[in-house]
């Protein structure tokens, strides 16, 4: 059975960091390119980021580029997402996805992803 957990979100003000954590189970990374996006009240889901299971190449919008970072750790199948400079406008559901033989995944909406985990919340207080 394909699992996928988010942990790590919170409350923290402006200007402050997170990680988050998708550990996933029921699927080997490399067959998968695995995302990141979020959702506000009201708002599409949208998204901030995704690395290539197989190969580590990340990929980010410019609305995160700079300030969030994707990486994997094969191992404990797990990807993370730090998070600096965090802004209320980036308050949100951030949900982790993931994707059977999308490798390069940048832009590519959620439409394409298989899997889902359950959301882990996020909010930046100005």
């Known amino acids: 059975e394909v699992q996928l957990v988010e942990s790590g979100g919170g409350l923290v003000q402006a200007g402050g960091s997170l990680r988050l954590s998708c550990a996933a189970s029921?699927?080997?990374?490399?067959?998968?390119?695995i995302g990141w996006f979020r959702q506000a009240p009201g708002k599409e889901r949208e998204w901030v980021s995704c690395?290539?299971?197989?190969?580590?190449?990340?990929y980010y919008p410019n609305s995160v580029k700079g300030r969030f970072t994707i990486s994997k750790d094969n191992a404990k199948n797990t990807v993370y997402l730090q998070m600096n400079s965090l802004q209320p406008d980036d308050t949100a559901v951030y949900y982790c996805?993931?994707?059977?033989?999308?490798?390069?995944?940048?832009?590519?909406?959620?439409?394409?992803?298989?899997?889902w985990g359950q959301g882990t919340q996020v909010t930046v207080s100005s």
């Open positions: 996805g993931a994707a059977y033989m999308l490798y390069y995944c940048s832009g590519y909406g959620s439409d394409y992803y298989d899997y």
């Open positions: 029921g699927f080997t990374f490399r067959h998968y390119g």
């Open positions: 690395i290539d299971g197989n190969d580590g190449s990340t």
